[in-house]
């Protein structure tokens, strides 16, 4: 009987794994149809539309294994990631989004706890929570860190970091030169949900790899010439990048640890040197 009652529990333990399986499958399905839909009928007129096709085609690509769609590269596969870069323009009295730079729109910010697209002078809350939505978007867009995003291409088995640049952030020529840190804080003690959750919770949630997606508030360079990485200091004379970088280890480099996916703001000028490859 002992027998008989552990093959039937090893039976069911297979109906419920074969059942959550075929659930999951059915769920990535069904994005991936609502994705074709999306870009075949919709197509992208809207920021939360360029958001949700964005991590629809994520996921399609995760689900469908297909390969990764390289800038260097000339394949292409059914389900390459349909994401678009968005352009951030800080000026001195208002800041502007687009998903072309040639078509700009105001974006409202919250100064003062009001919802506004004009104010009277740039200041660190406003930067703040303009970098802090874009990484929180980035995350989004990518399956929250949650997807083994970037797997399938044939360059990815070596130890390399490829990256997607989620939104390139640019300030006028006419803002004066000034050096906001405060990002960190800001995070902290802003939420952006009904259900209370801070940026900063939200950023540095840990990924399926179990490494801490937003690292920069952590991270210990081990030089000075690592040190620009983890620089959260947001200096008005530059340009910067708001990037999401999966960095794959190949099986007998001894250097590091285990694969990891990372969102971060850095000088646009560090791109090239953090990232081996872009994808498109």
């Given amino acids: 009987m002992i027998s008989d009652y552990m093959y039937k529990t090893n039976k069911d333990n297979k109906k419920g794994q074969v059942g959550k399986l075929a659930a999951i499958i059915l769920i990535l399905a069904g994005a991936i149809i609502m994705y074709m839909y999306l870009t075949q009928f919709m197509g992208k007129n809207t920021f939360t539309e360029a958001i949700n096709i964005c991590r629809l085609s994520v996921l399609g690509q995760v689900a469908t294994e297909t390969k990764l769609d390289m800038t260097i590269s000339g394949a292409k596969s059914p389900f390459s990631i349909s994401c678009e870069k968005r352009y951030v323009n800080f000026y001195n009295t208002k800041v502007e989004l687009g998903l072309n730079p040639s078509n700009m729109k105001p974006l409202t910010v919250d100064v003062g706890g009001k919802k506004i697209t004009k104010f009277k002078s740039l200041t660190d809350t406003v930067v703040d929570q303009v970098i802090a939505e874009e990484m929180r978007t980035c995350k989004y867009e990518f399956g929250d860190g949650k997807a083994e995003i970037f797997t ?32 960190i804080t800001y995070t902290n003690k802003t939420t952006f949900s009904d259900e209370g959750i801070t940026y900063f919770n939200y950023l540095t949630e840990t990924t399926v790899y179990d490494n801490t997606m937003w690292w920069q508030p952590t991270y210990k360079p081990e030089s000075d010439k690592d040190a620009y990485y983890n620089n959260l200091t947001i200096d008005t004379s530059q340009p910067y990048v708001v990037v999401v970088s999966k960095w794959t280890i190949a099986p007998l480099d001894l250097w590091h640890w285990k694969n990891a996916i990372n969102v971060q703001v850095i000088p646009a000028k560090y791109l090239n040197s953090w990232c081996a490859l872009q994808a498109s």
């Fill in 152 to 183: 399938n291409d044939e360059k990815l088995k070596d130890s390399i970091r490829v990256c997607f640049v989620c939104s390139e952030i640019n300030f006028d020529k006419t803002v004066e030169k000034k050096a906001f840190d405060s990002l």
